[in-house]
């Protein structure tokens, strides 16, 4: 069974940071862990950044350098660090995988981020 848990979240006052984790288990490790996306009230989920061939990244140009995500293979998790926090970034925050040998996308529950102004 594939599991990807996000955590992390909360109510951080503006120009704070929030660190994000995303623990896979089961037949996904973190190496398949692709990104974090938000997904506001109201509004369609974007992506906020996400890993690319290699070990190359790429990001929102609305977080680029505030927010950083890396990978802990001997953890099996990815995080999302998130500083110089903005009211516009509450959301709910979630990690997605890809297992390419089963053409499968998995996604956790979520976490929520609140900023309050």
């Known amino acids: 069974q594939v599991q990807l848990v996000e955590s992390g979240g909360g109510l951080v006052q503006a120009g704070g940071s929030l660190r994000l984790s995303c623990a896979a288990s089961g037949s996904i490790s973190s190496r398949n862990v692709m990104g974090w996306y938000r997904q506001a009230a109201g509004k369609q989920r974007e992506l906020v950044a996400h890993?690319?061939?290699?070990?190359?990244?790429n990001y929102a140009d609305s977080v680029k350098g505030r927010f950083t995500i890396t990978r802990d293979n001997p953890k099996n998790t990815v995080y999302l660090q998130m500083d110089s926090l903005k009211p516009e970034d509450t959301a709910l925050y979630y990690c997605?995988?890809?297992?390419?040998?089963?053409?499968?996308?998995?996604w956790g529950v979520g976490t929520q981020v609140t900023v309050s102004s």
């Open positions: 997605e995988g890809f297992c390419a040998a089963l053409a499968q996308e998995y």
């Open positions: 890993f690319t061939t290699g070990a190359s990244t």
